[in-house]
């Protein structure tokens, strides 16, 4: 099983700032990576997909990046509405898909 | 616009089986363009990928749950449910049913989610 941990647990950020999250795969997965956002009490979104692809009405201030093993999510600006926890997922070759822990992009 | 929506009893007894229900609207389970998924997480923690079926009735379980698993299919209702046996306390997590494009990996659309307490 392919082990996924996101870094750091916690990230603290105010309105306006950039933040950047962090996925590592346990072996190289290619592109093959995705991000959720979930806020509480509600199930994930995706946001991003193949690293690097924004999912259908995502913004802008969302980036992907990265290949192999080291992938990052990047908000631009970060928005009131982008205060939740951030999980990636892998889904290379075949199932089970794995998930890291999530980080929490909370405000400063 | 596809929906799915989760059912099922929101506490099971230790040792007894935990089983949910995810209804589709707004789109056809048997259309072939999808894998039917289920994922679930203990509170405060990550998610797990817990398996998929087809609307054929080929399977996909994660191996860590294989032999507790069984997902299945029921096309005429537009429903697929999930069964887990001899539940134990670390069972205990909000199930969530969700839509993977076939071929794709990634879950696009997601129900609501229920939560499921295992309890005496």
């Known amino acids: 099983e392919i082990v996924m941990t996101q870094s750091p647990a916690t990230l603290s950020v105010s309105p306006g700032e950039r933040a950047t999250l962090s996925c590592r795969a346990s072996?190289?997965?290619?592109?093959?990576l995705a991000w959720y956002q979930q806020k509480p009490g509600q199930a994930p979104r995706l946001l991003i997909y193949g690293a690097s692809t924004r999912a259908t009405g995502i913004p802008a201030r969302f980036s992907g990046s990265g290949s192999g093993t080291e992938f990052s999510l990047t908000i631009s600006s970060l928005q009131s509405e982008d205060f939740a926890v951030y999980h990636c997922q892998q889904y290379n070759t075949r199932p089970p898909w794995t998930f890291g822990q999530g980080t929490k992009v909370e405000i400063k | 616009q596809v929906q799915m929506q989760e059912s099922g009893p929101g506490l099971v007894k230790p040792s007894q089986t935990l089983s949910l229900t995810c209804t589709v609207s707004?789109?056809?389970?048997?259309?072939?363009?999808?894998?039917w998924s289920w994922i679930r997480q203990p509170p405060g923690k990550g998610l797990e990928w817990i398996g998929y079926?087809?609307?054929?009735?080929?399977?996909y379980y994660n191996p860590s749950l294989k032999s507790r698993l069984t997902i299945s299919v029921d096309t005429s209702k537009n429903q697929f449910s999930l069964k887990l046996t001899s539940v134990t306390a670390a069972d205990t997590a909000v199930y969530y049913c969700a839509r993977e494009q076939r071929g794709s990996g990634t879950l696009g659309y997601w129900g609501q989610g229920t939560l499921v307490t295992v309890s005496s």
């Open positions: 072996q190289r997965i290619g592109i093959n």
């Open positions: 079926i087809y609307y054929s009735g080929h399977t």
């Open positions: 707004g789109g056809s389970i048997s259309s072939g363009d999808s894998y």
